[in-house]
C-alpha cells in the first residue's frame, strides 16, 4: 500500500463530479467565480483578511518573498531539513538562504535563530514541517526584536494550530501548496499565500498576473502563475471536509503512537500546544533503509522526507556548505521514514502497518 489518492476522491466524489462538470461547462476557466470563492472561503478557515491563488507552492512562497521586498543581496533563514521548495522560493528572488537545524520536533530549533541574523537578514520562513507547528511565540518575538519579515511554508500545515492560532497567520504572509497528495490536495497543481496586509494581497494578484493590475498594463515584471477555476472549485468542495479529514489523521496517528512498540523504532514528538494534522507520520531508524525494505516486502510503501537535505544537494552547491555543517539535519535526512498516512486507509491496513513495525527485528 502506498499513498492512495482516490480514496480521497472516493470519499466525495459526487461533489467534485458536479463542481467540475459546472466548470466545464461554465465557459470560464481562469481567473473567475470560482477562484473568488474558494480565495474567500480559505481566508476565513484560516482567519486571515486575503488569500491570493497561485499555481502551485513553490509560486506561493517565491512570488510571497518578492512581495514583502526580498531581493538579491538580502539572507532569509529557514531550516535546513525541509523540501526543497522552501529554499527554491528563497533563492528564486536572488537572497541567500540560511539555514538552521531542526528541533526534536522536526521544525525550525527557535534558539539558534539569533546567532544567524545579521544586518542582510531580512525576513525568517518557518516550516511547519510534516504537519506539527513551530514554536511560534518565540520566532514572532525574534522577529518582531529584529524587524525582520515572517514567511510560513504552511504546504504540509493546513489548519494546524499552535496554542489555538492558525498556522499561516502568525506572520506577513502564509504560503500553501494544494499539491494532490497535500492535506488540502487539489486534482492538479495549486497554491494560495494568506495575508492580512492590503499592499501585500495587491501586489500578490500584481505578481501572479504578468505584474499587471489592469489587464495588458503591466506595472512590474511578474509571472503567470494562477489557480484555474476548476481546481477552485474542487478545492473549495474538499475545504468543506478538511476539518473531518484532518481528525481522522489524527486518529490514525493516535492509534500509530499507541500501538507501535519497538525499541529500534523512534515516534514522533509532539510540542506542548501544538496541533498537528499529520500531513506526515515519521518515524525515524537507525537502520533506515532495511527498515524500509522490510516493509516494502510486506507490501507496505514508504517515503523518505528527504534523502538529499537542500544544503547537501547538487542545487545548492554554490552555497559552499559541506556534509558535517548541519549535523542534526543530516542525521534526519540518513533516519526519517514516512509510514502509510492518508486519508481513506483502512484499520486493516493501518493493522498490516502496526504488525509490520512491531515485528522488525
Ligand atoms: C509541497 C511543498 C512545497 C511546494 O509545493 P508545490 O505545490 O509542489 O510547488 C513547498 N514546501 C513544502 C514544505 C512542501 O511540502
Known amino acids: ?3 492512495r489518492l482516490d480514496r480521497g476522491f472516493q470519499m466525495y466524489r459526487e461533489q467534485f463530479e458536479n463542481a467540475a462538470l459546472r ?9 473567475g467565480r470560482e477562484l473568488e470563492t474558494f480565495e474567500k472561503d480559505f481566508a476565513a478557515y484560516c482567519g486571515a483578511a486575503h488569500c491570493v491563488g497561485t499555481g502551485n507552492g513553490l509560486d506561493a512562497l517565491y512570488l510571497a518573498c518578492r512581495a514583502l521586498g526580498i531581493k538579491e543581496g538580502d539572507e532569509v533563514i529557514v531550516q535546513g531539513n525541509t523540501f526543497i521548495a522552501s529554499v527554491m522560493g528563497i533563492s528564486m528572488t536572488g537572497a541567500t538562504p540560511v539555514f538552521v537545524e531542526p528541533d526534536e520536533y522536526y521544525q525550525i530549533n527557535a534558539d ?10 531580512k525576513a525568517v520562513m518557518v516550516v511547519h514541517l510534516y504537519g506539527q507547528t513551530a514554536e511560534m511565540d518565540k520566532i514572532t518575538e525574534i522577529c518582531a526584536r529584529h524587524g525582520l519579515k515572517l514567511i510560513e511554508d504552511c504546504a504540509q500545515s493546513h489548519g494546524a494550530k499552535y496554542k489555538g492560532q492558525v498556522s499561516g497567520t502568525f506572520g506577513d504572509a502564509g504560503c500553501f501548496s494544494f499539491y494532490p ?6 486534482f492538479g497543481d ?8 492590503e499592499e501585500t494581497d495587491k501586489t500578490l494578484r500584481m505578481l501572479r498576473n ?8 503591466n506595472e512590474v515584471v511578474g509571472v503567470n502563475s494562477r489557480l484555474d477555476e476548476m481546481q477552485a472549485a474542487l478545492l473549495d468542495v474538499r475545504l468543506k471536509h478538511l476539518d473531518a479529514l484532518t481528525l481522522e489523521r489524527k486518529r490514525i496517528a493516535e492509534r500509530y503512537l499507541k500501538e507501535i512498540k519497538n525499541p529500534k523504532i523512534m515516534l514522533p514528538k509532539l510540542r506542548e500546544g501544538s496541533e498537528h494534522v499529520y500531513h506526515q507520520f515519521v518515524i525515524r531508524c537507525k537502520n533506515r533503509d532495511r527498515l524500509a525494505e522490510y516493509l516494502e516486502e510486506k507490501g507496505i510503501g514508504t517515503i523518505v522526507h528527504y534523502p538529499v537535505p537542500p544544503h547537501l544537494s547538487k542545487a545548492y552547491a554554490y552555497l559552499g556548505l559541506k556534509k558535517g555543517s548541519l549535523p542534526v539535519t543530516e542525521e534526519y535526512a540518513d533516519t526519517v521514514l514516512s509510514i502509510p498516512m492518508y486519508n481513506g486507509i483502512t484499520e486493516e491496513e493501518q493493522e498490516t502497518v502496526i504488525g509490520a513495525l512491531n515485528a522488525y527485528v
Open 1 to 3: 500500500m502506498t499513498n
Open 23 to 31: 466548470v466545464l461547462r461554465s465557459g470560464w476557466y481562469i481567473m
Open 112 to 121: 539558534l535563530i539569533e546567532e544567524k541574523i545579521n544586518e542582510k537578514t
Open 181 to 186: 497528495s497535500k492535506n488540502l490536495g487539489a
Open 190 to 197: 495549486g497554491g494560495a499565500v494568506i495575508t492580512d496586509d
Open 210 to 217: 504578468y505584474g499587471s493590475a489592469k489587464r495588458y498594463y
